[in-house]
């Protein structure tokens, strides 16, 4: 059977699939996405997507309420019907199209996709020997918390790396380290899990704020505070975080070694108080780490993502 995707509320064949040359998504990058894991065919943190994907809509002045829900609701049917139990579902839409102009027309009929991948997690070798990465100048537009299709910035950021010989890219504004080119980050220093505010200068990860939960159930020191870019050479440990890459540990940056050079997670051994076992009294499995010493989100975030796929369905 060959690949669909969903396009416009319709299920086709991926090589029949087509979009307008007038589409405001393809002239002016006028569009939304977002990305959401499947673990065992149970979508991990849906609600926390779809709210994103609502606040990046107004973030574009598009009201987008009802054709979000309904989105969501045929890209679950996509899934079942893909028979992927381990994906990465790609949800875009953009306002739709109408011939060039600046002003958008009122009332356009939004361009809605899906696209359902078969899930390719970071490999045991690159989580267990780390990732390397350069710091950039934050060039992008002062709306980075919404998910746009409007990526250059974000991708020169990368081929940039990729010429350096690393990784990925760090962006710093005004001296302060912001988030990576795609993903979010976290440094721990002086024994304190630190990332960068949610502001409007970083996009306000679903798997950030995941890690932030299970380090505040495990009463970890962690902190959403202002990150001096002059104090990453002097981090004990540095890691990303995203939906597709999961977490990475960054052990160079700028040619400079990251606490010892090995992705140690010693910090997640540590915690303030005895971590919680056993269940929630709302039911919900408390996790008992942020990791594994292997390259998976641990065992604790899959039994989560299964929780919340079944708090989605009673809705």
Not at 44 to 68: I, K, N, P, T, Y
Not at 258 to 265: K, L, Q, V
Request: aromatic fraction near 6%; charged fraction near 20%.
């Amino acid at each position: 059977m060959s690949k669909e995707v969903l396009l416009n509320g319709h299920f086709i064949p991926y090589e029949e699939a087509s979009v307008s040359i007038d589409d405001r998504g393809f002239q002016f990058a006028e569009g939304i996405y977002e990305v959401f894991r499947v673990y065992n065919g149970h979508p991990f943190q849906l609600e926390r997507h779809m709210r994103r994907m609502r606040a990046s809509a107004g973030a574009l002045g598009l009201e987008l309420d009802d054709v979000l829900a309904k989105l969501a609701e045929q890209s679950l049917q996509l899934l079942g019907r893909s028979g992927l139990k381990e994906a990465a579902v790609y949800m875009q839409v953009t306002s739709g199209h109408s011939p060039r102009a600046h002003l958008r027309p009122v009332a356009l009929e939004p361009t809605t996709l899906a696209i359902v991948n078969p899930a390719s997690p970071p490999s045991a070798e690159v989580t267990e020997k780390g990732i390397t990465a350069i710091t950039v100048s934050d060039e992008r537009w002062a709306k980075c918390y919404a998910k746009t299709t409007m990526l250059l910035p974000n991708a020169a950021a990368k081929r940039r790396a990729h010429a350096a010989g690393c990784d990925e890219a760090l962006f710093v504004r005004d001296g302060f380290l912001m988030e990576a080119s795609a993903s979010n980050a976290f440094v721990v220093i002086d024994g304190v899990l630190t990332t960068a505010p949610a502001s409007n200068y970083i996009l306000h990860g679903v798997t950030r704020a995941v890690v932030l939960d299970l380090a505040r159930e495990l009463s970890l020191s962690c902190v959403e505070a202002p990150i001096p870019a002059e104090k990453i050479p002097s981090a004990e440990e540095m890691f990303t975080t995203g939906t597709t890459t999961e977490i990475l540990p960054v052990v160079v940056v700028d040619g400079k070694t990251i606490g010892t050079g090995t992705p140690s997670w010693s910090w997640t051994a540590r915690p303030l108080a005895p971590a919680p076992r056993g269940r929630s009294p709302g039911g919900c499995w408390k996790p008992t780490g942020l990791r594994s010493r292997r390259s998976r989100l641990p065992s604790q975030i899959r039994k989560a993502s299964r929780n919340e796929f079944a708090s989605y369905t009673r809705r």
